[in-house]
């Protein structure tokens, strides 16, 4: 009775439009009442839950995507990937999803990715002769790299609920995150040949691409510091992010100019509006789940998956299944706290790796950015070009489908996830 509560009220608020973070706190806090618990476990829960050192990693990649975002990165990243590109059927399209897999080894956040690119290409596409509706399809797509290609926000999370290594994940996600970014270069080739849509028409030359390089050297520079940082042993996860700040200040204000101390406070209040609520979120599915844990309902879950069958494949669809129906509904990072305990030790119990499990996760729930009702990626897309959420939904589908194949080749084949991994030890 007491999982009827807490689920049946979660989604009465989620149906009622609440904020997910508000409507996961408000489930807990009336299973709470209900079940008899102190009424301070919740706010135990809030305060612990994010007494964390590896979390305060997240505020700190908030706030250099921010920072990036502002300081004319993502416009010279763009230039290098045209140079690459531009002169090629559909490498408007091209360079666009290369500029988003260039931008998310920096931001860590695929709405960060879709604002910070999409804000510059979706008007430079339409401008180019492409269709808005594949403009726009194409930013949100290719932001959801922004949470699989490392760092990535997701990943912390996971890895400080699943008690897995976060440098681990990080260098885990890079060959997936450019099989993913392949894949939807891929259809976004084919569709540009179809559409007739032709490259730049100028001649490409190794003097453009050096030049290209040489003015985005600074902003080319970031993702080798960060990772390198994390795998070279020189400084955690958590410090690259702040690293990831500070660096981003030089190049934005000093090397750039295209900061002004003045541009720093509505920065600043951006980056922590988002932390606040990620932390929210955070907070509130942490003591949702210890309530779920407290019912035994992990438990039963695991024993009702493994009761359909034994076979590994099938259980592992139903789980896909599942994060795929759950990211329609649900934030990211909740989902990742909420079901890293259920699912993980499932996972780990039909011979799947944490690690490659993590990555299952996160592209899985990478998808969600792009699926509607909640998809986040189509909203910041939608909010740039002023399409509606349907029109664009219709749009992401073959980017959907793109993905999704992506997805299954990464579940049976691990060493896409684990190759680096290994070596790296």
Known sequence: MTSAVLFGTFAIFLFLSVPIGISIGLATLVTIIYSGFPVDFLTKEL??????????AVPF???????????GISDRLFRVANALVGNKTGGFAIATIITCMFFAAISGSGPATVAAVGGIMIPAMVRQGYDKRFATATVAAAGSLGVIIPPSIPMVIYGVVGSTSIGDL????????????LALMVYAYFHSRKKGYTGTGEKTSI??????????????????????????????PTEAAVVAVVYGLLAGMLLYREIRFS??????????LTTATILIIVGTATAFGKLLTMEQIPNEIAAWMLSISESPIVIILLITILLLIVGCFMDTLAAIIILTPILLPIAVNIGYDPIHFGIIMVVNLAIGFITPPLGVNLFVGSGISGLSIETLSKSIVP???????????????????LFLVEMMK
């Open 47 to 56: 305060v612990t839950s994010i007494d964390s050192f590896p979390l305060m």
């Open 61 to 71: 990649f908030i706030l250099a995507g921010e920072i990036m975002g502002k300081g």
């Open 170 to 181: 990080f260098i885990a996600g890079v060959i997936p995150g450019l099989l993913v970014g």
């Open 207 to 236: 003097k453009l691409i050096g030049k290209a390089f040489w003015e985005a050297k600074w902003a080319l520079l970031i993702p080798v510091i960060i990772l390198g940082g994390i795998y070279g042993g020189i400084f955690t």
């Open 263 to 272: 541009d720093l406070p509505k920065v600043i209040a951006d980056a922590a």
């Open 399 to 417: 980017f959907f489908l793109a993905m999704l194949i992506t997805l299954f080749i990464v579940i049976f084949i691990p060493p896409i996830s």
